[in-house]
């Protein structure tokens, strides 16, 4: 656990900077055998997983509700997002506090890998093969080259559909009405 909270000190150094030495930062974490990256600017925060309330009737990838230092955040299970199998958390999986078209959405993940800088000359395309990569390549904007390996970078605002933000919307509003 010391390693998150090394990974936690560093994304709160990287907010406490100016945006501009944000440019290029990602935040990168595992799903599958995947690893994805966000860039650091969405990240608010890192937690450890907590109790999560269930919404009925709603997509199998939305988990539910935390109360986060009393506000009402939903969260959203990156793997069963992307069609992945689902797996037993454990004391390695977190949730990434990030925002998405000024709400607040957690994505519970297996576990943090850490922060690098990508440059904008490393990051290329999408490929476009196969039907099941089209599934990803809805929320995946670019590749990263991360040194010899490669770090799916994750469009933020594309990984909920509009229903999934009427969920959180009214988690937020929520927020607003307890204030």
Do not use: W
């Not at 935040?27 to 109790?51: D, P």
């Not at 990569?133 to 799916?152: E, P, R, S, T, W």
């Not at 605002?157 to 988690?171: G, I, M, P, R």
């Amino acid at each position: 656990m010391e390693n998150m909270s090394e990974l936690k000190r560093q994304v709160d150094e990287e907010h406490s900077s100016e945006r501009d030495t944000q440019k290029g930062k990602y935040m990168t974490f595992k799903s599958g055998n995947e690893y994805f990256g966000l860039e650091i600017q969405y990240v608010n925060e890192i937690i450890q997983l907590q109790a999560i309330t269930a919404i009925p009737e709603t997509e199998d990838y939305i988990k539910g509700l935390i109360n986060l230092r009393g506000k009402v955040i939903p969260v959203v299970d990156v793997r069963l997002r992307f069609k992945q199998e689902p797996f037993e958390y454990n004391d390695r999986t977190c949730i990434i506090v990030i925002n998405i078209k000024s709400m607040m959405v957690g994505l519970i993940v297996e576990k943090i890998a850490e922060v690098v800088e990508i440059k904008e000359d490393n990051i290329l395309p999408p490929p476009s093969v196969g039907r099941t990569d089209k599934v990803q390549n809805k929320y995946v904007y670019g590749i990263g080259k991360v040194g010899d390996a490669v770090k799916l970078l994750l469009d933020p605002d594309k990984l909920l559909n509009d229903q999934d933000l009427t969920v959180v919307e009214q988690a937020n509003e929520m927020n607003v009405e307890e204030d």
